[in-house]
């Protein structure tokens, strides 16, 4: 074993290791390792940022521009209200959701699609009597399985094929993943219609549980009229650094001050609602505050409650509560936060934020305007607003995106040809503010693509793709072509579900295709496979982006994850064994 490929090992450990315990933001973390193979000299630095000018990264960062674009029009809403106009039973609902989920995700970015369904799913829910747990992780499992039948349908497919061909090898068509896609699309609908309701859960809506038991989130002090508090401002007061309490709104008279400004200066009489634990009241009560004894607030409007989800790429995440100047950014005060079905207890301030996380939020008049444009979160509970873009360009910029499909599967244009120029077309025609189209540019996405590459580099260059293959091979040779695709898919999977599918495609693209050469075996079946098994991420909620958005406004825990998704990953499993074998074999 030569010096490359023990630092190379070393770095696939580091790189499992902190993905998993979530000791940095994964961008880091694959910088570092990228750093660390160019500085070893495994990779050039060349090759550590080819990457970033690779045409199919190109491709993925157009697509989600595309994507956040329609997902911005107000003529999706009403598309809504027509596909689900009549359906009252959660099975007519369900089927639904997942046909146009799962067709659109085949084609658009599957996330922004989610994010666009989800305060839909959730208002169906209320108005139905239905726990969202009941259609969150089918509306993820829809998008996943759409996404698995076509080249542009989720980002590790577009991944993959860019490593493919600065390996060298031929690229793959937009529709080479359908033959095993569209049955396991078939499958998945039915078990989730037919099982679903024995397995998902039956939990209660966040903020419903939040209006069935406030006095465990809201405590409500007055200032008496010789307080020495009178005349303060609240830091002068000591008001934000409570033990166990967080202060997110005054009442005075009929004026409601919400979110409180650290400058704000008290008078007799406010009443103060304050979030936290009921333990903590004791702060209150000291003869020094001058305050009357906490009793259960009166939200003035419990509709101002609303609930979000930490997205996957947050800057929020890491950060503590009391750090992130979330009132001042967005207008609005944190009431509690919510983390696998569980209200976190002790001072909220104190809280540090992690992707998946649900919190309740007391929102301003400004807080929609001020998030309009931000990555940090996604609005579960209503929808935000949408935009006015006029149908014909919306047609062009719909039928130009199947248009350069179709174009890519003849063989006539490559894709990034055709969709950079249709987002050319989009620029000009203005169909919604540069800013909207800004926030659809995901670098931390991009970086973990970039360096993505670069690692699979240096695993062929070092040689440790070779040598990881041979284990592979000692194990599963005697098995054939069946054992090898069955034993790439789950170890393709079972990384892509704990740490990322980029750190997965990344270590076992390489090994996969070597794997191939050695046997002798045609090298694209080993390719889709990787695919399969990368993207088709069920059985955690960590694994897939959408998975992790539902994860919190679901109230599901690993376990309803694992039980769920642990049949479905090895029927699909078996279908893409049987399928790439009786193609390919």
């Known amino acids: 074993m030569s010096i490359e490929i023990v630092i190379v090992l070393l770095v696939i450990l580091f790189l499992l290791v902190a993905l998993y315990l979530e000791w940095l933001w994964p961008p880091v973390i694959f910088f570092i390792s990228v750093a660390v193979l160019t500085v070893s000299q495994i990779i050039t630095p060349k090759e550590a940022l080819g990457g970033f000018a690779n045409e199919q990264v190109a491709v993925i960062v157009i697509l ?24 009252t039973s959660v099975n007519g609902f369900l089927l639904r959701m997942m046909t146009y989920v799962s067709i659109s995700s085949a084609f658009f970015n599957n996330t922004p699609l989610v994010a666009m369904m989800m305060p839909y799913v959730h208002n169906w829910s209320n108005k139905n009597g239905v726990s969202p747990s009941r259609l969150l992780i089918p509306l993820s499992y829809a998008a996943i399985l759409g996404g698995c039948m076509t080249l542009v349908g989720t980002s590790t497919n577009l991944i993959v094929n860019g490593m493919a061909i600065e390996s060298g090898l031929e690229g793959l068509n937009v529709f080479d993943f359908i033959y095993v896609g569209a049955p396991m699309l078939v499958i998945g609908f039915l078990y989730l219609l037919f099982f679903g309701k024995k397995l998902l859960p039956d939990s209660k809506d966040v903020v419903e549980e939040f209006v069935q038991s406030a006095r465990e989130y809201l405590l409500e002090a007055k200032v008496d009229m010789n307080s020495p508090l009178v005349g303060k401002s609240i830091t002068e007061a000591k008001l934000r650094h409570l033990e166990g309490l967080f202060l997110v709104e005054i009442l005075r008279g009929d004026k409601l001050i919400t979110p409180v400004s650290p400058y704000e200066v008290l008078q007799a009489g406010d009443g103060l609602i304050f979030t936290g634990v009921t333990s903590a009241i004791g702060e209150l009560e000291k003869p020094s505050m001058g305050l009357s004894l906490p009793k259960s607030s009166k939200i003035k409007d419990i509709k101002d409650v609303i609930e979000l989800v930490i997205s996957h ?46 919190l309740l939020v007391l929102i301003g008049s400004e807080f929609y305007k001020r998030v309009a444009e931000v990555q940090a979160f996604y609005v579960i509970s209503k929808k935000q607003k949408t935009s006015d873009i006029e149908p014909w360009k919306l047609a062009i910029m719909v039928g130009g995106i199947i248009g350069a499909v179709i174009l890519q599967a003849v063989g006539a244009v490559p894709l990034f040809y055709s969709l950079f120029s249709l987002l050319g077309v989009v620029l000009v025609m ?49 098995l054939g072509f069946t054992g090898l695709i069955g034993g790439i898919f789950l170890i393709t999977n079972i990384l892509s579900s704990y740490i990322t599918n980029k750190a997965a495609v990344a270590i076992l693209f390489p090994i996969s295709v070597t794997i191939a050469n ?3 075996y045609d090298v694209q079946p080993f390719i889709l496979v990787v695919c399969y098994g990368a993207a088709a991420s069920f059985i955690t909620p960590i694994g897939y982006q959408t998975n992790l958005m539902v994860y919190g406004p679901g109230g599901y825990t690993f376990k309803d994850f694992f039980r769920i998704g642990l049949p479905l990953t090895l029927l699909y499993m078996i279908v893409c064994v049987v399928v790439l074998n009786y193609l390919y074999n």
């Not at 809403?77 to 596909?83: N, Q, S, V």
């Not at 909207?436 to 699979?456: M, Q, S, Y």
């Open 64 to 87: 989600l521009i595309l994507s956040e674009i329609v997902r911005h029009s107000s003529l999706v809403d009403k598309l809504f209200d027509a596909i689900f106009k009549g359906a």
């Open 518 to 520: 050695t046997m002798g």
């Open 313 to 358: 790429n947050s800057r929020l995440i890491g950060s503590k509560i009391q750090d992130s100047d979330f009132r001042g950014k967005y207008d609005g005060s944190i009431l509690a936060v919510h983390r696998n079905r569980e209200k976190l207890s002790g001072k909220i301030g104190d809280i540090e934020m992690r992707a998946g996380d649900v």
């Open 430 to 478: 203005d169909m919604i503010p540069f800013t909207i189209i800004r926030k659809g540019f995901d670098f931390n996405l991009v970086i973990l693509l970039a360096f993505g590459l670069a690692f699979g580099k240096a695993m062929i260059n070092s040689g440790a793709a070779d040598y990881l293959a041979e284990g592979i091979l000692t194990l599963a040779k005697p």
